[in-house]
């Protein structure tokens, strides 16, 4: 079983729809990362939390350490949103373990 | 500022060949990794460097070994290509432990 299993995996929605994306961990944890992967390959860090709710223009990212869950919601999806949306975590100590990531697809 | 810059962006080896892979970034960060990222895996850690001078295992560290030149500088070395290691590489940094990351623009290598 993965450590980290992210929902679904694929996901194509219109543009200016509400968009959530799950994540779920087994390990116990001291934060947890959103990342952003877009079809040119780069990779940017969206968040890192380890409780409560962060929110950076249209995004949102929440954390239930006592589940183990953690969701990451963008409001008024755009096009320009289509990525790869990767959740990983950090067990207590200096590594990270990445989930497979979401594929959001924005149609226009 | 550059961030982390890699070198080179793409790469084509013969198996059996050797080459290494270039990281460096500028924000002082303390701790460096390199991962690879395969098509339907997500990424997954070779090895880091939590600060100047030590290096440790992450969980594919077969086949490459690491040199952490100096603080900005983090290298990767593939001493004898496998096609199984074609894949894409990102380098890293972080300030320290648990702290963001910041990723490179990776390097794509094909093995044949």
């Known amino acids: 079983k993965n450590e980290v299993e992210q929902s679904p995996q694929n996901l194509t929605a219109q543009e200016g729809e509400f968009i959530t994306i799950n994540c779920s961990y087994s390990v116990g944890i001291s934060a947890l990362h959103w990342l952003q992967q877009h079809p040119g390959g780069g990779i940017v860090s969206l968040f890192m939390l380890s409780s409560g709710k962060k929110k950076h223009g249209r995004l949102i990212a929440t954390i239930n350490i006592q589940e183990k869950h953690s969701s990451l919601h963008i409001t008024a999806s755009h096009p320009r949103d289509s990525a790869v949306y990767i959740c990983a975590v950090r067990p207590r100590d200096d590594k990270i373990i990445f989930g497979k990531g979401t594929r959001l697809h924005i149609l226009p | 500022n550059a961030g982390v810059t890699q070198t080179p962006k793409f790469q084509v080896l013969k198996t059996g060949q050797s080459m290494t892979l270039q990281c460096a970034q500028d924000?002082?960060?303390?701790?460096m990794y390199w991962y690879r990222q395969d098509p339907g895996m997500g990424l997954r850690l070779i090895y880091y460097s939590a600060s100047e001078g030590t290096t440790d295992k992450g969980e594919v560290p077969n086949g490459y070994n690491v040199s952490r030149l100096n603080k900005r500088e983090f290298s990767l070395r593939l001493e004898s290509a496998a096609p199984s290691q074609t894949s894409v590489y990102f380098c890293a940094s972080s300030l320290s432990g648990p702290n963001e990351q910041f990723f490179g623009p990776g390097t794509r290598l094909t093995v044949l």
């Open positions: 924000m002082n960060h303390n701790s």
